[in-house]
């Protein structure tokens, strides 16, 4: 029996649509930690995982871990079905055909139940080892946000080169090229503003702006970004969420070819 | 081989091993014996310079052991063994021999003596052979040495010496043997009876003349089959060969009945191939009369106990003639069938390749009235061929006919899994419906020179 209360429903809207997008069906592995999902895109070099754990529901009880197979998308119409500051209340059996969601708004005393038909999904997990990364970068993430769709006009590649000097993103495109650098900076009345580059060595690596736009759309989840480079393994774009919870993107970088 | 004179041989157990094997007095109980005694019935009349010689087989030009008798003149050995799924052994007790043979046979005491000091604590054979002699046409010895090894070779007139000394090169103990002239006379008379033969002033000369050679050996046929085919050789060349396909197919035991004489057929033209085979060597020939033989064979064995062998060989005949359900086929086609199936028997056993051809060209050919026409048993049997081919093509149709039925079944799996294949598609597109766009565009993007993410991570 699954029985999670969400207080605000806006996070779970919000963390479905930054995955939606990336891949269609995948399951919610709850257990008494919380509710966690891993899953790859269609061609298997982008991985979103997302963690959100107990502290963050109240209250939180999940007697045995449950998968639940969700076809994203209808789990977007549903979702959609509630207000921003709903409280989402997640409802499973212990052998689920279907999860519950309910929503009830706290001003209108208006509660909708609905439920989404469960799926038998095949999933390779991945184990994802603790990296050293070489370099390090936090950064707004509306700014991170800002560079991709600005770079994604002129190129579908962006190289990340972090240097003493700073982060660059350069593209290379047939219009012409683009590069954005950024310094490291601190802003002490908007702390969410600052710029933090940890770099033990210099690190260059090129990646699929589309997928890096895609990564974006967690965006509003965070004021921060961090992204984690490291030569010849994947990029880690995460975005921290309340209570140790988080939503991490991996993507594989470009090797070789092009440049 | 001719069932001829086996019943002139009588209870006669007696003769038995010494004889060939004149060795070993057995006072004690050697672990077994390197060179094992066997069992031969001889005729009881033979004369004590009776030989056993090694002569070249007619058929296959190979050293063979012919027993030959100065008085009666030659005799083959009909190897009688037990089959191998149900090995025996021969328990040869002198006691109980000696005192039937009291009864039966008094003379020749001193080969009695003999036997009983040698042989007088019994004797076990491992292997449960009966060698028994049946009497052999000399013809056939003759055969390869008359018929010119060119067949084309226009044979010329040569006198019985150039003949007879063409035998001995071949097989020197023939030499020997017709040093006796009886043996000599013997061997003459049966040159004369299928040669053409002139009188060139003191001497005889002769040439083979096929049409005899074909007229003796139609004779032999003929009696061969006057007492009725051994059962086994009757059930397999003539009741299959002339079974008429069952006409209903719907029933699965009827196509399988028709499917088996279908494969008989097949069968027809090779007997003589078969019986090639067969005739091999003396032994192997009489290892398929024996087979023939298998209901005789036990009641050989059981000659142990002094049984006459007569009793066994006609027993044999009485049984297999009850035994013979009615053959369907028209009046003479199982007579000339039998003929041709002892005459190829005959043929395949004792004569050489070359000679063998030779005789079934010149009865296929041969006008000469009285040889039998085998004209309308090859209409019959091949009448019958098509029956069965008929038989054959309906039995496939029906068999598509069922097969098609079982198809049937595996239509509604067929079925299964196109609906199975359909559903799956469906939901493939349902699912593609369900995709988001930002999916179907990721699709789209070149991920070229992107490794897969589990090559970095190792599954869990």
């Known amino acids: 029996m699954l029985e999670a209360r969400l207080e605000q429903a806006n996070l779970f809207k919000k963390v479905v649509d930054a995955i939606k997008d990336l891949v269609q069906d995948c399951n919610f592995d709850c257990n008494d930690s919380g509710i966690a999902l891993q899953a790859m895109d269609n061609s298997h070099v982008a991985l979103v995982s997302m963690m959100l754990r107990s502290e ?73 080892p603790e990296t050293d990364y070489g370099a390090t970068i936090s950064m707004p993430a509306a700014e991170f946000q800002r560079i991709c769709r600005d770079l994604i006009a002129l190129s579908e590649s962006v190289s990340i080169e972090c240097s ?8 290379q495109g047939d219009i012409g090229s683009g590069a954005v650098t950024l310094r490291q900076h601190t802003n002490v009345d908007k702390p969410e503003m600052n710029v933090e580059i940890n770099m033990s060595e210099p690190v260059s690596l090129t990646f699929s702006l589309k997928y890096l736009v895609n990564f974006c759309k967690a965006s509003g989840l965070s004021n921060q970004v961090r992204l984690c480079l490291s030569n010849e393994v994947p990029l880690l774009v995460e975005y921290s969420l309340a209570n140790n919870s988080h939503l991490r993107f991996y993507l594989a970088p470009k090797i070789g070819d092009e440049e | 081989m001719p069932p001829k004179p086996r019943s002139k041989q009588s209870a006669k157990t007696t003769s038995a091993a010494p004889d060939a094997e004149p060795s070993a007095p057995a006072k004690t109980l050697p672990p077994s014996d390197a060179n094992p005694r066997k069992l031969f019935i001889l005729p009881k009349d033979a004369t004590p310079d009776a030989r056993i010689v090694t002569l070249s087989n007619p058929a296959t030009r190979t050293p063979n052991r012919y027993f030959h008798c100065p008085k009666h003149g030659f005799y083959e050995f009909t190897k009688i063994a037990a089959p ?38 019994g ?5 449960a052979d009966l060698f028994i002699a049946t009497p052999f046409d000399p013809l056939f010895f ?51 009876d299928i040669c053409d033969h002139v009188s060139a002033g003191q001497e005889k000369m002769y040439r083979i003349n096929h049409d005899k050679v074909l007229a003796e050996f139609l004779h032999k046929a003929e009696r061969m ?34 499917e088996a004489p279908v494969e008989k057929s097949g069968a027809e033209p ?41 009793i066994a060989a006609s027993s044999e005949i009485t049984l297999s003639s009850p035994k013979i359900p009615i053959i369907d086929a028209p009046e003479g086609i199982p007579h000339l069938l039998r003929l041709r199936t002892a005459l190829t028997f005959l043929t395949s056993s004792y004569l050489p390749p070359t000679l063998r051809t030779l005789i079934t060209t010149t009865l296929t050919s041969s006008t000469t009235p009285n040889i039998p026409s085998f004209a309308p048993l090859n209409a019959h049997l091949a009448a019958l061929a098509t029956l069965r081919a008929e038989q054959a093509a309906l039995r496939s149709i029906s068999d598509n006919i069922s097969r098609k039925r079982a198809h049937a079944d595996d239509d ?18 349902k699912k593609k419906r369900n995709e988001s766009r930002a999916v179907k565009q990721l699709k789209k993007v070149d991920t070229s020179g992107m490794k897969k993410l589990s090559s970095f991570f190792t599954k869990k």
């Open chain 1, 56 to 128: 963050s529901f109240a209250p939180f009880r999940c007697d045995r871990n449950i998968a639940l197979g969700i076809n994203l998308t209808s789990l977007t119409k549903v979702l959609k079905c509630a207000q921003s500051d709903d409280i989402l209340t997640l409802k499973a059996e212990d052998a689920p055909d279907v999860v519950e969601l309910v929503f009830e708004s706290a001003e209108s005393d208006r509660i909708s139940e609905y439920s989404i038909k469960l799926m038998d999904i095949d999933q390779e997990h991945l184990g994802i």
């Open chain 1, 164 to 171: 003493k000097e700073g982060v660059k993103f350069a593209c």
């Open chain 2, 84 to 121: 191998k799924k149900s090995p025996r052994s021969w328990l040869i007790a002198d006691q109980g021999v000696g005192k039937n043979e009291e009864g039966v046979k008094k003379g020749d005491s001193q080969e009695e003596s003999t036997r009983s000091s040698s042989s007088s604590s």
């Open chain 2, 123 to 127: 004797y076990i054979a491992k292997a």
């Open chain 2, 142 to 192: 003759l055969l390869p040495v008359l018929q010119p090894k060119d067949a084309k070779a226009k044979s010329l007139f040569l006198a019985s010496d150039d003949y007879l000394d063409a035998m001995g090169e071949t097989s020197p103990h023939m030499r020997h043997l017709f040093q006796t002239p009886i043996t000599r006379t013997l061997l003459e008379r049966r040159m004369a």
């Open chain 2, 225 to 258: 089959i006057a007492n009725g085919l051994p059962a086994s050789m009757e059930e397999k060349f003539v009741r299959t060969a002339l079974q008429k396909p069952v006409t209903s197919v719907k029933e699965e035991t009827d196509i399988s009945r028709v």
């Open chain 2, 270 to 310: 090779m007997i003589l191939a078969d019986a090639a085979d067969v005739a091999e060597s003396q032994s192997s020939a009489a290892e398929t009369s024996q087979d023939s033989q298998s209901s005789f064979d036990s009641t050989a064995t059981a000659s142990t106990a002094a049984t006459s062998i007569s």
């Open chain 2, 412 to 429: 509604d799996e067929v079925a299964e899994a196109r609906a199975e294949k359909k559903r799956r598609k469906e939901e493939e597109d």
